[in-house]
């Protein structure tokens, strides 16, 4: 069973930048395709970016393509989310997600561990 903990999120400003990390605790993380997702208040939980197991290939929500990057350590068994040009509408809980699988993806039911989330605050 993965146990999966989040930490970085905090108060920013618009434009700023942010790293969240993601530990798991699992002897086989790379064998996990690892994603983000964020729930914002009174709005369902969404996909934000997920990684192949072996990293080699990364997916992305439009709203955060060419701002947000999804890099992963798996000597380390940690999962990152870089958050540049921060918006305030980035303004959510943010929530660390293991797939035990081959592939990577944007469905939430998909994932078989989640993470506490960590709140990520924009100011304009």
């Known amino acids: 069973q993965v146990q999966l903990v989040e930490s970085g999120g905090g108060l920013v400003q618009a434009g700023d930048s942010l790293r969240l990390s993601c530990a798991a605790s699992?002897?086989?993380?790379?064998?996990?395709?690892m994603g983000w997702f964020r729930q914002a208040p009174g709005k369902e939980r969404e996909f934000v970016a997920v990684?192949?197991?072996?990293?080699?290939?990364?997916d992305y929500a439009d709203s955060v393509k060419g701002r947000f990057t999804i890099p992963r350590d798996n000597a380390k068994n940690t999962v990152f989310l870089q958050m540049n040009s921060l918006k305030p509408e980035d303004t959510a809980v943010y929530y660390c997600?293991?797939?035990?699988?081959?592939?990577?993806?944007?469905?939430?039911?998909?994932?078989?561990?989640w993470g506490q989330g960590t709140q990520v605050t924009v100011s304009s």
């Open positions: 990684i192949r197991w072996n990293g080699d290939t990364a």
């Open positions: 699992v002897r086989t993380f790379s064998r996990y395709a």
């Open positions: 997600a293991a797939d035990r699988g081959f592939g990577y993806s944007r469905n939430a039911n998909d994932y078989d561990a």
